[in-house]
């Protein structure tokens, strides 16, 4: 079993609609990472947590450390958001070694 | 300034060449890191450098070397291609692995390399 699963694999929505994308993990972390993936490749760190929640523009990231769980929302999705969105942990305890990553949503959003 | 840095963009190697692909930080980060991106599967850690002189193995390292002589540059050398290496190349840094990598990650646009 991957230590991070995100859901859903693949979302097509319309653009203005919510979107939420789900990033679960088995293992004890002190930060999680989202990032966003455009097509062509480049990646991009939109927030990193280890508590609560955060907000950048129209991107809202949450986390329940005790549950294990951390979700991305987007409002009013526009068909820019198009992209694959990955979850990333960094373990407690794991030291330098690295980032272990979701294998990503891929995101439409239609016009 | 640059941000992180990575050449070539696109490589075609034979089975059996070697070379290396080139990362480069310009923004004093200590922490820099290697992943390779397959169809399917999520990033995956190849090597890592909590600085210069200091490197370590992730989770993938077979068939790939690094050195960091520098804080700057962190190159990944193919010591023999192989067919299953084709992929898609990304070189990270943060501004320090802080003993949980609690800081953003910039990453560079990836070198995408074929082996045939």
């Known amino acids: 079993k991957n230590e991070v699963e995100q859901s859903p694999q693949n979302l097509t929505a319309q653009e203005g609609e919510f979107i939420t994308i789900n990033c679960s993990y088995s293992?004890?972390?002190?930060?999680l990472h989202w990032l966003q993936q455009h097509p062509g490749g480049g990646i991009v760190s939109l927030f990193m947590?280890?508590?609560g929640k955060k907000k950048h523009g129209r991107l809202i990231a949450t986390i329940n450390i005790q549950e294990k769980h951390s979700s991305l929302h987007i409002t009013a999705s526009h068909p820019r958001d198009s992209a694959v969105y990955i979850c990333?942990?960094?373990?407690?305890?794991?030291?330098?070694?690295?980032?272990?990553f979701g294998k990503g949503t891929h995101l439409i959003i239609q016009p | 300034n640059a941000g992180v840095t990575q050449t070539p963009k696109f490589q075609v190697l034979k089975t059996g060449q070697s070379m290396t692909l080139q990362c480069a930080q310009d923004?004093?980060?200590?922490?820099m890191s290697w992943y390779r991106q397959d169809p399917g599967m999520g990033l995956r850690l190849i090597h890592y450098?909590?600085?210069?002189?200091?490197?370590d193995q992730g989770e993938v390292p077979n068939g790939y070397n690094v050195s960091r002589s520098t804080t700057e540059d962190f190159p990944l050398r193919l010591l023999s291609a192989a067919p299953s290496q084709t992929s898609v190349y990304f070189c990270?840094?943060?501004?320090?692995?802080?003993?949980?990598?609690?800081?953003?990650?910039?990453f560079g646009p990836g070198t995408r390399l074929t082996v045939t």
């Open positions: 293992v004890g972390i002190s930060a």
């Open positions: 990333a942990v960094a373990r407690s305890g794991g030291g330098a070694d690295g980032l272990t």
């Open positions: 947590l280890s508590s």
């Open positions: 990270a840094s943060s501004r320090t692995s802080g003993g949980a990598l609690g800081y953003e990650q910039y």
């Open positions: 450098s909590v600085g210069a002189g200091i490197t």
């Open positions: 923004m004093n980060h200590e922490y």
